[in-house]
C-alpha cells in the first residue's frame, strides 16, 4: 500500500511530534512539545527490480524477496524450519541516537499460517555480531496488547522509540507501542542497562525474529523503513501545568466514515470525532487549539496521487461545537494554512476556542473537529485512507501551554451519497483462547451476557469479538474493544482481536468485563459483553 505523505506542501519529508501515537491507541501525556525536524526514508523497496531483496538476509527462511502488495512494493519474509531471521548489516546507521534520531518507523503485514499465533507482538531487534542468531548482545521491541500485529488484518505502522536506556532507574526506553526488552526480562541489571545503550550507539544491523508457533508457515511483509529526527522538550519551566487528560471519546469509530454534506453552498465530504476532557481543570483555561501537523494518503498505486483533486487543500478543521464547557471556550475564526510560501493555500488547518476570562473545564467537556475533504465525486477510486495528524493545544491563565499529539484515520473506500449504513444480525459469543492452565479448562465460546467463574494460574487469555454484518455491502464494520476491572477500564484497542495478560490475580474473585463495540460505517451496533469472575 502506497503512502504520500503531505505537510505544508513538500512530499516525502515528514514532520511529527515527540510521542507520536494512532488513533484508539491511547493518548500520551500531556506535556510541553516542540515540533519535530523530519523524518527520512531509509527504504522503501520502490527500486528494486525481479524480486531481488538487496542487502536483506536471513537464517533459516523459506525466501526472502520484493513483491509487489497492495500496490506497493514490499520487502516479503516466509519462515523456513528451526529459528528464523530476517537481518540488514548495511544499510541503516550505526548509531541509531546519533543526531537527534528518536524514532524508527515501518509497516508489517502477517500471515500466520495454521496452529500459529494469530496476532504477534514481534518487532525490531538489533545486535552486536555477524548476525542475530550469533551476537553478543541483542534487544528487541516488544509491542504490547493493544499494539499487537493480527494476522490478514493488511499493513500496521509500527513507531519505535531511539532513545538510551536510563542508567539510574535502570529501565529501557519505551512508548505507546511497546518497550524495549533483553532476555530474559524482569528486573535489568546496570551492566545490561549499558549494554543496551553500547549497542543502540553502534549495533550491527536490525533484524526480525520470523517464528511465531510450532509450524514454518509465517509470511511477513515490510515496507517504508523510516528514521525521524526530534528536539529536544521544553525546559520543565515552562512546560505543562494542567493536565486535561483528553482523549477520543468512547465508541470513536476507526476508521473515521465520512458523509456528503454542503457547507457554504459547496458539496464536501466530511468526517467528524469528538475528544472529552477527563480530568477536571485545576486552574482557568483560556485557549484550546487543534493544529493540523500532517496529512497521509493511503493509495492502491503509487500514481493514483496525481489523480486527485488539488490534494493539498484537502484536511481543513472546522470547529464542531460553539462553546466548550458550560460559559466556557467559544469557537474562535479557523486560521488559514500558509505553508512554506507565506501564502494562504485556501486551507484552513487550525481551529480554536478562547475566552478572556477563562474557563474551568469539567471532566465531560467535549472538543469537537470536522474534517473536510473534497466530494465523493473528486475522490478517486484509488484513495483508500487518509490519515491526518494533529495536536491538541492548551494554555491556563498562567500561559502554561500542554499539548497531546494523535492522528485520526479516514476511510475513502466508502463514498456512496446519501445512503445509510445498518447493522445486520451477525454471531453473538466471543471466541476465547487460552485456558488451558484454567479453570474452567480449554478454549471455548461465550454468549453474549454471559458470566463465567472460575480459577486461573496466571497467563494470557486471547479474546475474538463478534461478527457484525452491515448493510448495504459497501459499508464497512469496524470493532472497537475494552477490557474492564470492576468497572474500570484496563486496556482498550480496536479489532476483533486481542490478548490480556491477567498477571496478580489473587485468591478473592476479580471481576473482569470483556466489551465489543462495532459498528456499520459510524453507526453503531449493539455492543457485546462477557464477564470473567476470576481468582488464582
Not at 180 to 202: K, V
Not at 328 to 349: A, H, M
Not at 500 to 514: A, H, M, N, P, Q
Request: hydrophobic residues 30%; charged residues 15%.
Amino acid at each position: 500500500m502506497k503512502h504520500t505523505y503531505i505537510k505544508h506542501g513538500v512530499l516525502r519529508r515528514l514532520p511529527l511530534l515527540i510521542g507520536y501515537i494512532l488513533l484508539n491507541a491511547g493518548f500520551t501525556q500531556a506535556k510541553c512539545y516542540q515540533e519535530a525536524a523530519s523524518c527520512d526514508t531509509i527504504e522503501n523497496f520502490e527500486s528494486y527490480q525481479g524480486n531481488q531483496p538487496g542487502s536483506w538476509t536471513g537464517i533459516n527462511h523459506s525466501g526472502i524477496r520484493t513483491v509487489k502488495r497492495n500496490g506497493s512494493t514490499a520487502l516479503n519474509a516466509v519462515d523456513g524450519s528451526g529459528a528464523s531471521w530476517l537481518y540488514n548489516n548495511q544499510i541503516f546507521p550505526k548509531n541509531l541516537v546519533a543526531d537527534r534520531r528518536c524514532e524508527f518507523r515501518y509497516d508489517v503485514e502477517y500471515i500466520a499460517g495454521s496452529s500459529n499465533s494469530l496476532t504477534t507482538s514481534r518487532s525490531i531487534t538489533i545486535y552486536n555480531g555477524p548476525d542475530p542468531a550469533n551476537s553478543s548482545f541483542k534487544a528487541s521491541f516488544v509491542l504490547n496488547t493493544a499494539n499487537q500485529v493480527v494476522s490478514g488484518s493488511g499493513p500496521h505502522t509500527i513507531v519505535v522509540p531511539l532513545e538510551l536506556a536510563d542508567e539510574t532507574t535502570l529501565t529501557l526506553p519505551s512508548n505507546s507501542f511497546g518497550s524495549w526488552y533483553i532476555s530474559p526480562g524482569g528486573t535489568y541489571t546496570l551492566t545490561q542497562i549499558q549494554a543496551f545503550n553500547s549497542c543502540i550507539q553502534n549495533t550491527t544491523g536490525l533484524a526480525f525474529f520470523l517464528d511465531e508457533g510450532a509450524n514454518p508457515a509465517e509470511q511477513w511483509w515490510f515496507d517504508n523503513f523510516t528514521i525521524c529526527t526530534c528536539e529536544a522538550p521544553c525546559s520543565a519551566s515552562t512546560c505543562c501545568q494542567t493536565n486535561l487528560d483528553i482523549y477520543n471519546a468512547a465508541g470513536t469509530p476507526n476508521p473515521l466514515p465520512i458523509t456528503q454534506t454542503v457547507v457554504n453552498g459547496t458539496v464536501v465530504s466530511m468526517a467528524q470525532e469528538t475528544y472529552v476532557v477527563h480530568k477536571d481543570a485545576v486552574m482557568p483555561i483560556t485557549e484550546m487549539r487543534v493544529v493540523v501537523t500532517d496529512i497521509q494518503f493511503v493509495t492502491n498505486y503509487e500514481g493514483c496521487v496525481q489523480c486527485m483533486n488539488q490534494p493539498l487543500q484537502w484536511g481543513t478543521l472546522m470547529g464542531g461545537n460553539k462553546v466548550i464547557g458550560e460559559k466556557g471556550l467559544y469557537l474562535q475564526e479557523s486560521v488559514p494554512n500558509t505553508g512554506n510560501s507565506g501564502q494562504s493555500d485556501g486551507n484552513f488547518r487550525e481551529v480554536a476556542w478562547s475566552s478572556s476570562r477563562g474557563a474551568m473545564l469539567q471532566s465531560g467537556d467535549q472538543v469537537e473537529v470536522r474534517y473536510i475533504l473534497p466530494p465523493a465525486s473528486d475522490i478517486p477510486c484509488c484513495a483508500t485512507s487518509v490519515k491526518i495528524c494533529s495536536k491538541i493545544v492548551w494554555k491556563d491563565a498562567n500561559c502554561n501551554m500542554c499539548e497531546v499529539p494523535t492522528c485520526s484515520v479516514i476511510d475513502l473506500s466508502t463514498k456512496d451519497v446519501g445512503e445509510s449504513c445498518d447493522c445486520k444480525d451477525g454471531t453473538k459469543f466471543v471466541f476465547v483462547r487460552g485456558l488451558n492452565n484454567s479453570t474452567p479448562t480449554g478454549s471455548r465460546i461465550i454468549n453474549c451476557g454471559s458470566t463465567i467463574s472460575g480459577k486461573m494460574k496466571g497467563g494470557s487469555l486471547t479474546f475474538t469479538g463478534p461478527v457484525v454484518s452491515c448493510s448495504p455491502a459497501n459499508c464497512s464494520a469496524h470493532y472497537k474493544w475494552e477490557i474492564l476491572k470492576d468497572g474500570k477500564v484496563q486496556q482498550s484497542g480496536t479489532g476483533r482481536n486481542f490478548s490480556y495478560d491477567f498477571k496478580g490475580l489473587s485468591r478473592r474473585s476479580e471481576k473482569y468485563t470483556i466489551r465489543f463495540s462495532p459498528d456499520c460505517g459510524g453507526k453503531n451496533c449493539s455492543a457485546c459483553e462477557i464477564n470473567l469472575n476470576l481468582s488464582r
